[in-house]
């Protein structure tokens, strides 16, 4: 029976069945031909060149079993990696994910008769860590990259320190505790002793009261008049005192003083030690590149409206008018149109207000010339020029 024409119903019908996933059954591996009943693979297995790849097979089982297996094994691998990373996963959910392509190696042309056989396979050879729960069994893939070791090395390395940190932080808490308590101690006033109450028989007991005396009006008058006068010399001294005197910090509010002023020296450290130098100025404009606020603030831009402790600014978006303390990290410069006015943040001419030249995008550089000589510097960074506030 001939193939039916192109544009007929079942020419269309045909070729929206060869789309999907069929049955592995009906599919030849040294072909690469999937037949979608069992009379077509009866059909295809009769023919000359099947007969001639199964030639080509006989010759070299071996080596075709082995590269077979090896196409599989990279392409689950590669799935697992790029997909799921150094997660934990099912393997049975990578696998489906992998089949779901037509064009993949079928497991029945490699040396593993099932998955299983093949999960051991990579645990065996270390490519991946494998454990059998009730479920079944899990994979976890072993990222064996320089960059990614690396990585991973400077990052327990980082770990280690903040856990010596706070160690050492524990350390001072607990003296700084004891020491509280030791002056807590000290300073406690002594129990009264007291006394047995002893009476003598004959003492006998006498009770004196004072008798009221109506006040004349006249006396209440001056009394008042006196009050009136002393009144403001009580109040002012009473403010005089209470302004003398200065509230003493308790011992943990100094702890967590002491603590974030440390906290601060070793930011600011660190910083050095990178290189990285301040670039924040007042009535810059500057945009959020941050996700941690939301999609509300990503991208934004605003004004600087002061800088704190040289690494970190309050910034005033432009269009909402919030106001937001955000580290420089967070933030990245803005590059105005050509001929508007721009200020050098760092090198030779840092605090320089200059005109944008030119602007070029493929090296990440401008030209700009500067308004004080009227000279030209050319090839300065974006990072290292900032759009003023008007």
Partial sequence: MGKHEVGTPKYIANKMKAKGLQKLRWYCQMCQKQCRDENGFKCHTSSEAHQRQLLLFADNADQYLDEFSQEFEEGYLELLRRQFGTKRIFANKVYQDYIADREHVHMNSTQWETLTEFVKHLGKNGKCIVDETEKGWFVTYIDKDPETIAFQKAMAKKEKMEQDDAERNMKFLEHQIML???????????EPVSNELVRNEDEKLSLKLDTFKKPSSSSIGLKKINLEKDEPSSSSSSSKKHSSEKRKLTALEQIKLEEEEAKKRKIERERQEKGEESWLVRNIIVKIVTKNLGEKFYKKKGVVEKVIDKYAAVVSLLDSKHKIKLDQEHLETVIPNIGRQVLILSGKYKGEKALLKEINIDDCNADVELLV??????????????KISE
Avoid at 180 to 188: I, L, N, Y
Avoid at 375 to 386: A, G, L, P, Q, T
């Fill in 180 to 190: 509280g308590k030791q002056k807590a101690a000290q300073s406690e006033p002594k």
């Fill in 373 to 386: 000589d009227k000279k030209k510097v050319r090839n300065i960074d974006y990072s290292n020029i900032c």
